[in-house]
């Protein structure tokens, strides 16, 4: 069975620090990842995929996550943080090949400080 | 293009009561999918359509519980009678035939039953 596993619900940084928010998972076949962001009243928004092609995988504003099959993570981060970053990030799994069926982690709430 | 929108945005109902969402996907897309988060908890997979079919429904969590898709356009997702624990933010994902891996997300409709 699959599964996500965010770790820190929350996080704080500070503004023009490194974000990073981290995700582990459990897959019988390699996986599809996902992240995806929550801003106040809007849905969620995807940041980034990976689908088992370049281990490292860019995705908008400057968030970047890698994939580490040898840890199972996947990993989200962000060089410098902005205060436009605050918000809600989810991590998710599905399998490879063709499904649709996303496992999702509990979301990590990250807070930029000034 | 415009993204999958949800209505209503906010619904409060009393225990045993009936409620009605709906979502609208991106036109063209014939995968719709059905998710709920419960406050605090990780977003779950309640159910998918193919256009009109219903591929899974594994996620639903009982028969008080119903997804329709007439048409394979807009979907509702009824339940009757409401309980408590059915408390929580709905949110309704489409994708494209053949990317099931990229869903994307409306902004949820906030279920709140006293």
């Known amino acids: 069975a699959q599964s996500v596993t965010q770790l820190g619900s929350h996080v704080s940084v500070s503004e023009g620090a490194l974000v990073l928010l981290r995700c582990n998972y459990s897959?019988?076949?390699?996986?599809?990842l996902f992240w995806y962001v929550q801003y106040p009243n809007q849905g969620l928004q995807l940041l980034l995929k990976?689908?088992?092609?370049?281990?490292l995988v860019k995705g908008i504003n400057d968030f970047e996550a890698e994939f580490k099959k040898s840890e199972t993570s996947f990993h989200l981060t962000k060089p410098s943080a902005h205060m436009s970053d605050a918000a809600e990030y989810f991590c998710?799994?599905?399998?490879?090949?063709?499904?649709?069926?996303?496992?999702f982690g509990t979301g990590t709430r990250l807070k930029v400080l000034a | 293009e415009a993204g999958v929108t949800q209505f209503p945005s906010h619904s409060v109902i009393e225990k045993g009561q009936t409620v009605t969402l709906r979502c609208d996907p991106i036109?063209?897309?014939?995968?719709l999918y059905w998710y709920r988060r419960v406050m605090g908890k990780e977003i779950k997979f309640l159910l998918h359509?193919?256009?009109?079919?219903?591929?899974?429904e594994s996620g639903m969590p009982n028969n008080r519980f119903l997804a329709e898709r007439t048409g394979g356009t807009y979907s509702t997702l009824k339940v009757q009678p409401a309980e408590l624990e059915d408390s929580g933010v709905y949110f309704c994902?489409?994708?494209?035939?053949?990317?099931?891996?990229?869903?994307?997300f409306g902004p949820g409709t906030r279920l709140t039953v006293l």
């Open positions: 994902a489409s994708s494209r035939q053949g990317e099931a891996d990229t869903q994307y």
């Open positions: 998710a799994v599905s399998k490879a090949a063709g499904t649709y069926k996303y496992i």
């Open positions: 036109s063209g897309h014939d995968n």
């Open positions: 359509f193919v256009k009109e079919s219903k591929q899974d």
């Open positions: 990976y689908t088992s092609a370049a281990t």
């Open positions: 897959s019988s076949v390699p996986p599809y």
